[in-house]
């Protein structure tokens, strides 16, 4: 496939989903935000239980990851519900952030706007006329140039790094050889393989930053009595065979494929430049916080390689799970999307394990339904933390 169905926004990007994102500013608004996606044909909640009492960095942070999930393509409409105001990070200032899309948008305001019930009543009256009016809008076939697409992985074993990985690698290397861009994040999971990694980058001023990107994010974690380089694997990945950060680390890179140069460095959540290629997000190996950041960028779809299984999915960014263990899918096969164990027992090409992830990927850009989807399982909303509250 050359092209994949898309709804085209009034900036030129082009999502994959049309949803109205019921969005809360505050933990003190999840509950109505529940609500309200509760009685609104296609639209979606996030709630979190931030926003409030932050440090200023986390504060802004939060906002950060607030707005961009608003801006990313697959959200056609927003309301966003606040319970007070958190100064810098009201509802109005998440509203100027996400309006240069040119996509609908409304606040409500539990305090301001009378209570809880007259808020409710407020926000289902924007949220239900946002989606009359997106129901009008339809697919239109877009080049794959308009695709961010989002790696990560999770309960990684011995497979991923000998197949499932490799696989979406193959798709990214696919998707940026037309135009497309990838991001892949999770610095934790570049440590130990960083000589391979920074061979890929595309001058020396990436490879600092990569650099950097390591140390500061090792340093964080000393600063709080964590050795990471003694703590990695995790359990479950000592229990998949994996036997050292390096070996967890030089199959987690794998995701990034073999062939497209790092073209740019991003900190968490930053939206990547037009040029194609592939682009480096700094973040924690939480797979939350990881594809929560990816999708606050803008990707449109995102595979989560997993070779111990796993039910993680993003509100807005349809998540592909897919698996080179064969004990994991029969398992876990009504949330895994996809079995390429067959690279393993000889069944099918690793060439072939590629073309089977790259073109789920573009069937579900084109509105296929991930599992996760189909059950209304969205369990993978998470903002990344620098302080402590206050």
């Not at 990313?72 to 810098?88: L, M, Q, S, T, Y």
């Not at 007259?118 to 949220?127: C, F, G, S, V």
């Not at 993003?314 to 164990?341: F, Q």
């Amino acid at each position: 496939m050359s092209e994949w169905l898309g709804y085209v926004r009034p900036d030129g990007t082009v999502g994959a989903r049309n949803l109205v994102l019921i969005l809360s500013g505050t933990l003190y608004a999840n509950n109505l935000c529940r609500h309200v996606s509760e009685m609104i044909y296609g639209s979606v909640s996030i709630e979190h239980p931030l926003g409030r009492t932050q440090v200023a960095p986390d504060l802004r942070l939060t906002r950060k990851f607030l707005s961009g999930t608003g801006a990313n393509p697959n959200v056609g409409a927003v309301v966003i519900i606040d319970h007070f105001r958190e100064e810098n990070c009201t509802a109005e200032d998440i509203a100027n952030d996400i309006s240069p899309t040119g996509k609908l948008i409304a606040t409500v305001n539990i305090r301001y706007d009378g209570g809880y019930v007259n808020a409710l009543d407020k926000a289902l009256h924007y949220a239900a006329d946002f989606t009359r009016q997106l129901s009008n809008q339809r697919r239109e076939p877009v080049p794959v140039s308009k695709l961010l697409f989002g790696v990560n992985c999770g309960t990684s074993d011995t497979t991923s790094g000998l197949s499932s990985n490799v696989a979406t690698g193959m798709t990214s290397d696919k998707i940026i050889a037309q135009g497309g861009r990838t991001i892949l994040a999770e610095t934790t999971e570049w440590m130990g393989a960083e000589p391979w990694f920074m061979e890929r980058a595309e001058n020396d001023e990436i490879r600092k930053q990569i650099t950097d990107a390591i140390a500061h994010m090792e340093a964080r974690a000393l600063a709080s009595g964590e050795d990471i380089r003694g703590s990695q694997p995790t359990g479950d990945n000592i229990l998949g065979g994996l036997s050292s950060i390096e070996e967890k680390s030089m199959g987690a890179t794998k995701k990034a494929g073999t062939k497209s140069k790092i073209v740019g460095y991003l900190d968490i959540c930053d939206r990547p430049g037009d040029k194609s290629g592939l682009y480096v997000m700094y973040g924690p190996g939480h797979g939350g916080e990881s594809i929560s950041s990816i999708a606050a960028a803008g990707s449109q779809v995102l595979v989560f390689s997993t070779g111990g299984g796993h039910t993680i999915s993003h509100p807005i960014m349809p998540t592909i799970k897919v698996t080179g263990n064969r004990n994991s899918y029969e398992a876990m096969k009504d949330t895994v999307d996809l079995d390429v164990s067959g690279i393993l027992h000889d069944e099918i090409t690793m060439e072939q394990g590629g073309e089977m992830v790259y073109d789920e990927v573009m069937a579900t850009a084109s509105g296929r339904l991930t599992k996760s989807e189909v059950f209304m399982d969205h369990n993978g909303f998470a903002i990344h933390r620098i302080g402590v509250s206050i």
